[in-house]
Structures are given as C-alpha cells and as structure tokens.
C-alpha cells in the first residue's frame, strides 16, 4: 500500500529524464519544455514539462504516474516503481 506522501512524491517526479532512460527521443522547446518525438501515430507528439505533459492533439494530460498508466498502459504499481 502506497502512503499519500510516497504517491505525492512519485507525481512529483521529472519525467523527461525518465523518458530518455526509457528510449523516447525529445526535442527541447523554450521553456524547459520538451516535445517527444516521433510518434508514429501522432506526428505532433506530446509536450513534457518537469512532472507534468500535455497531449493536445489527444485531448490528455497529467503528472508522471499518469503517464505510464494513461501512455504506456501500465498499472499504478507499475508505474510508481
């Protein structure tokens, strides 16, 4: 069981470090915001700012949990871990 300040802590995470760990390619944007490229599905990608993105193009956004669960599919202890 997660405690409300591990979950806190974990959406707090910066995630473009955790994306390039992960392969995804980004193109940094003014800001300290990134784009992430290429998509094949989507060429306009996803903007990612600190522990927070935003997909315009498909209506989503979140913190860094939500990625992994909205993105990648993952489950909540996935991707806490």
Same mark, same amino acid.
């Given at each position: 069981?997660?405690?409300?300040?591990? @979950?806190r802590q974990?959406?707090?995470?910066?995630?473009?470090?955790?994306? @390039? +760990?992960?392969?995804?390619?980004?193109?940094?944007? %003014?800001?300290?915001?990134?784009?992430?490229?290429?998509?094949?599905?989507?060429?306009?990608?996803?903007?990612? %700012?600190?522990?927070?993105?935003?997909?315009? +193009?498909?209506?989503?956004?979140?913190?860094? @949990?939500?990625?992994?669960?909205?993105? +990648?599919?993952?489950?909540?202890?996935?991707?806490?871990?």
């Open positions: 069981m997660w405690s409300k300040s591990q @979950i974990a959406r707090k995470t910066q995630l473009a470090p955790m994306l @390039i +760990e992960r392969s995804y390619r980004l193109y940094p944007l %003014k800001n300290d915001n990134y784009r992430v490229l290429p998509d094949p599905d989507d060429p306009a990608g996803l903007i990612v %700012k600190q522990s927070f993105w935003l997909w315009p +193009e498909r209506n989503m956004a979140g913190n860094s @949990i939500d990625f992994f669960v909205k993105v +990648e599919g993952l489950s909540f202890d996935q991707a806490t871990t």
